[in-house]
T-cell receptor, first 116, second 109 residues
Framework: GAGVSQSPSNKVTEKGKDVELRCDPI?????LYWYRQSLGQGLEFLIY????????KSGLPSDRFSAERTGGSVSTLTIQRTQQEDSAVYLC??????????????FGQGTRLTVV | GQSLEQPSEVTAVEGAIVQINCTYQ??????LSWYQQHDGGAPTFLSY????GLEETGRFSSFLSRSDSYGYLLLQELQMKDSASYFC??????????FGSGTQLTVLP
């Protein structure tokens, strides 16, 4: 596609429910990143994919968080048993991932997650 | 791992020049990037430095000193629309991209 697409754009869920957030990166981009941003805060790194593998999962806050990427394209971030502190905007970005092409990351508009 | 430090807030007047500094600690380093984020929007790429020196793109310039683990973003001829958050980011040895906590720039008339 023309840009990074994330869905849903907004999600309200009850505490304890599971949620899935989806990211469609720019076609051909090998690197994919997930970040979390609370209101007025910085970008908290969650996980990074190169192709389908995740060289760096160090940012996942707990074992309730998991992510996968299939076919070197679409990625899903799953949060199990959501808690109120999970409320934030979840941002996905992609980049070329090879040589000079990976110097610029393109971000989606994010999924605003609210846990009530 | 990576850690980055940048000021939390900067205020300047329209037409002025402002410099936003970024220092980093990283176990591996490929380059330093800068991103701009307006309220409610997604971050957008501004610049990337892999080598020491100054990169200029219009009113914005970015500088890197690898030996000092330091860089800055220089914004000239400030405009009201430049009011936004600015993030520095390090590309690490595994090509992961780690962001600083951001600098909120307010441009006053």
């Amino acid at each position: 596609g023309a840009g990074v697409s994330q869905s849903p754009s907004n999600k309200v869920t009850e505490k304890g429910k599971d949620v899935e957030l989806r990211c469609d990166p720019i076609s051909g981009h090998t690197a994919l990143y997930w970040y979390r941003q609370s209101l007025g805060q910085g970008l908290e790194f969650l996980i990074y994919f190169q192709g389908n593998s995740a060289p760096d999962k160090s940012g996942l806050p707990s074992d309730r968080f998991s992510a996968e990427r299939t076919g070197g394209s679409v990625s899903t971030l799953t949060i199990q048993r959501t808690q109120q502190e999970d409320s934030a905007v979840y941002l996905c970005a992609s980049s070329g991932g090879q040589g000079a092409q990976d110097t610029e990351a393109f971000f989606g508009q994010g999924t605003r997650l609210t846990v009530v | 791992g990576q850690s980055l430090e940048q000021p939390s807030e900067v205020t300047a007047v329209e037409g002025a020049i402002v410099q936003i500094n970024c220092t980093y600690q990283t176990s591996g380093f490929y380059g330093l990037s800068w991103y701009q984020q307006h309220d409610g929007g997604a971050p957008t790429f501004l610049s990337y430095n892999a080598l020491d020196g100054l990169e200029e793109t219009g009113r914005f310039s970015s500088f890197l000193s690898r030996s000092d683990s330091y860089g800055y973003l220089l914004l000239q001829e400030l405009q009201m629309k430049d009011s936004a958050s600015y993030f520095c980011a390090v590309t690490g040895s595994a090509r992961q991209l780690t962001f600083g906590s951001g600098t909120q720039l307010t441009v006053l008339p």
